[in-house]
């Protein structure tokens, strides 16, 4: 065995994205203890610029220090007891995925199933809302990784607010790609990852929770079933202006990384980061429309960061992956769930989100697809 | 807020240890896509790059995606069920973090504790398990990082499977830095972390389960309480051979570098790098004893990799750990739980333990207790 010198690719798949040269350089500094006073500036300043990234004067944001799928379970096990019900909306891989940690903290869940392709259906939150009185949540995906699909985060959200419940969204495909207004659509808590439009490495969930959340979690009646993930442990390690408490020994590198790359959207700006995201969008359909490829999705919920697209006939799905991936060093993804073999994921997220990358998709596939 | 440049450290404490500029290096390379089949060959031969630091067969031999405490807490998730008794020994703070564990868990924790300073006795896990018959697990802290303490786990081990017990070992300090065989010594579950004596950055947990504890994994009555750690779920997508099943993303440069730094222990060869801490440490017992300090730890059970020492009559400790940090840029470890403000702990762990650094602790220290 020796050192893994790993042949560069272009990642236009449902994450990891692009890594821009600037963040690897961030990643590689020097290590420095995770109580260090330079490296707690760093925890402040990460705070900061990701109440920024999710528009949100939230205190309690901040990096759980694992992938978007343990920040998925720290929203989950902090806020629900069990014998709570929660309403989960599920139109994709990762609502089911949210229903899982519902039960598996002995919530109960009533499940809003939608097709796949398809927002879920605010009248239907209505009606079940009405027809449930006992609702503590409502969880749902802002952007479904699986399908492409932007659910309505902002009237779901207004429903379950007038029915008092706490709203729980999955932004992980949805942070710095397209508009997310924590305070404004009252989320009570978020989770994100890194690897997304943020394009920063993989590793890392960014997490937001109101003072409602943070209320609800003080006042808990059962210890929060994991210590790891436990925020009132983690606060004392996280909480801007006390003395740090150890808790766990923070990713101090991939925190470097994640800095640098919130620096560069504050930088650009999150309106600007939206409007790229879109126009490059725009590019990316007209090129795969012209070589007569369709998308899954309806333009009017389509997401612009993953272009979720149908496979001609004709076409193998995973011959046509590979060769994309051997010939051109392009990596697209794979369906996922109900979509296995019969659609592709094309990411547009973060760096990876230019018509350079647009242009060397299209011309890849036309060249394997003719 | 501009880019984070940190001002380099020499890392002496409890961890993050030194990392090497070729661990660094390898961190930043490009990132590749999780399911690219480049890094699933990786994580093939970083398995096989931990089954050499465990000292196992172990099938089931990988990397959780976050620290080493959510490393514990899948050991224990999985074994554990509601209603099950372990037998958890404490002799310091990550004892206490097992019991905490056990008890989120379900589960009912004999605790046999410990003096501070002092390991484990094997003849009071004796006498409890003989006493108690319908123990599930013995849990304990090899190379305990709050007191510096080696608690023999070959005995206690063998006293546990006499009785019937599985065995679940915390080797977060120990792995790469003092003989841990797991095979042999019949551990069934074990847990580490990157950033001690691997000397890789901080933010992930190595991990080894045997097939006695598989079997227990599989036949469990309830599921399993976290999603993420879920080992049912995690073994589709480490597990050898087998088509890779998304489960979550991992975090594919922080493998990078475990790899790396898992290439220089096999280079350096698991006997010569144990005898490297023991002679490292012989030096830096002899210079701190030049100076007038001592260990808190008896000689027969002291680690060489944390070096836990009291606190001279008359030093201030912060004001002497904020020196050595701000005029000689060197870090050492602060006292935890019942040894804050009495004890010091300096590492020697990976890449920082080498004579230099020895030196440099032990003339820095002597300048600034002057």
Redesign the interface.
Known sequence: ?????????T?M?P??S??SA?V???????????L????IE?MD?TG??LRYAFNTQNSLTMSI??????G??ACIVNLIEPGDTVVVCINGVFGM?MK??V???GGTAIVIESEWGEQTSPEELENVLQANDNVKAVAFVHAETSTGVRNDAQRLCAIAKQHGCLTIVDAVTSLGGIELNIDEWQIDACYS?S?KCLSC???LSPVTFSETALEVIRNRQH??????LDLNLILGYWGAGTKRA?????????I?AL??SL?ML?EEGLENAFTRHKKVHELLREGLESIGLTFAVDEAYRLPQLNVILIPEGADDATVRGRL?NEFGL?IGAG?GKFAGKAWRIGLMGSACTPRNVHHCVESLRHVLA
Do not use: K
């Not at 220090?65 to 343990?70: E, R, V, W, Y």
């Not at 210890?223 to 790891?228: D, E, K, T, Y």
């Not at 150890?246 to 991939?254: E, F, K, M, Q």
């Open positions: 065995m020796s050192t893994f010198i790993p042949q560069q690719r990642l798949g994450g990891p692009d890594v600037r690897l350089n961030a990643l590689a500094r020097p290590t420095l203890g995770h260090d006073p330079q490296f760093l300043q900061d610029l220090s694992a992938p978007g799928s343990a998925m379970e995925r899982e940690n039960t598996r903290c990852g690897q490495v993989p590793g210890p929060v079933q994991s210590w790891f150890y808790h766990h020994t923070a990713p101090v590198n991939s470097y800095h640098e620096l504050q991936l990596e996922l």
